[in-house]
């Protein structure tokens, strides 16, 4: 039987997340991991609460920490209508001087899988266990 620990945060719709972040990260011992995860962390976040509930402090973004044997998963959710399917691409913006479209691409480096709930208001980010591992070991090098 796998055994599954979880847990919700609900947070208001603010860009001061650096304390939630670290709260998010706690469980992932390896420090390079944790940086690069915390970039994506924070784009998704920033995503939540600029796209999604369009800065409005009444909504609240929710997140589910989901701790696996084997992966560390979040479920970041806002109460927006949700990004359309053909605008779920994680590819650079063709314009480099474009003034948003990077998140996304950042978002798909910084995890090992990236899924959408059907509405698109919800972001699925995960990442393997053994990614921290082979971080470790590669430093130890």
């Known amino acids: 039987m796998t055994t599954l620990r979880w847990s919700d945060f ?3 719709s603010t860009l001061q ?3 939630l972040i ?3 990260l706690e469980p992932v011992g390896c420090d390079q991991l944790q940086a690069r995860l915390q970039l994506g962390l924070q784009e998704a976040l920033v995503n939540a609460v600029r796209h999604g509930n369009g800065c ?3 909504k609240c973004v ?3 920490r ?3 044997p084997n992966w560390w998963i979040w479920q970041v959710q806002d109460e927006g209508p949700g990004l359309p399917q053909d605008e779920r691409i994680g590819c650079l913006p ?3 001087d474009a003034r948003s479209g990077r998140g ?3 978002i798909h480096h910084c995890f090992d899988d990236v899924r959408w709930s059907r509405r698109g208001n919800r972001l699925q980010l995960a990442v393997s266990r053994s990614s921290g591992v082979v971080v470790s070991l590669a430093r130890r090098r």
Request: hydrophobic fraction near 40%.
């Open 66 to 68: 989901i701790e696996s």
């Open 104 to 106: 996304l691409f950042l």
């Open 22 to 24: 670290d709260l998010l």
């Open 94 to 96: 063709e314009c480099c």
């Open 10 to 12: 609900i947070t208001p």
């Open 56 to 58: 409005d402090p009444d």
């Open 17 to 19: 997340l650096t304390a």
């Open 62 to 64: 929710r997140i589910r």
